[in-house]
């Protein structure tokens, strides 16, 4: 069964970068890369979704190298209200595997 | 645009009991997925419905959980009976159409307690 490995937590300051990484060794051809935020008894928020190389959208960057085999998750200037519980998502058509996810807590 | 409602947000039952959890999707949304997630764990799927159809339950315990999509809109995700370890949250959410990738997204889900 594929896995997709996560640190477990993480802590940060306010106004630093911090980048959380994503193992998932089994991706398959067709597999995208999502990332989500979810809060205490919220769902899953969507952040960003990529395939290859670099995606940037207005909250996020994401990072994948060539062989697809990771992800990193970089989140520019953190702020207090980006302590949550970050995940990242495998799949596509035909499976859909998130990664055991990382809490990240920011400090003032 | 309202999100997706999923009821009830919480619910207690005994061990043995039925129970049944309901969702309305994103209007327009095609697919909708049911996950189960874990304390301190990710989500994993149960099912995932294309418009009425189920095309990926393979991690539904059949034995005991059964969905629907009726029309192709809202969905009951029931138990019978229920297990302590089916204590968990239950997170619907919808996505446009799963075959052009779409984002999904998530309603608030049930949490439910089986003493």
């Known amino acids: 069964l594929a896995k997709t490995t996560q640190p477990i937590s993480m802590d940060s300051y306010e106004g630093q970068e911090v980048n959380i990484t994503c193992s998932h060794n089994?991706?398959?051809?067709?597999?995208?890369i999502t990332w989500y935020q979810q809060f205490p008894s919220q769902g899953p928020r969507f952040i960003i979704q990529g395939y290859k190389t670099k995606v940037t959208n207005e909250v996020a960057s994401l990072f994948i190298p060539a062989d697809r085999k990771s992800s990193t998750l970089s989140l520019p200037r953190v702020s207090l209200s980006d302590t949550a519980v970050y995940y990242c998502l495998v799949g596509g058509r035909d499976k859909l595997i998130f990664g055991t996810g990382t809490r990240l807590q920011v400090f003032p | 645009e309202a999100g997706v409602v999923q009821s009830p947000r919480y619910k207690i039952i005994e061990k043995k009991q039925p129970v049944a959890f309901w969702c309305n999707p994103i209007s327009g949304h095609n697919t909708l997925y049911w996950y189960l997630q874990n304390l301190g764990q990710g989500p994993e799927l149960l099912i995932r419905?294309?418009?009425?159809?189920?095309?990926?339950d393979s991690q539904l315990p059949k034995d005991r959980f059964s969905a629907e999509r009726l029309k192709g809109v809202d969905s009951t995700l029931k138990i019978q009976p229920a297990e302590l370890g089916d204590s968990a949250v239950y997170l619907c959410a919808s996505s446009l159409d799963r075959r052009t990738q779409e984002t999904q997204y998530f309603g608030p889900g049930t949490r439910l307690l089986v003493l």
């Open positions: 419905y294309e418009n009425e159809e189920a095309v990926d």
């Open positions: 089994n991706i398959a051809t067709n597999d995208y």
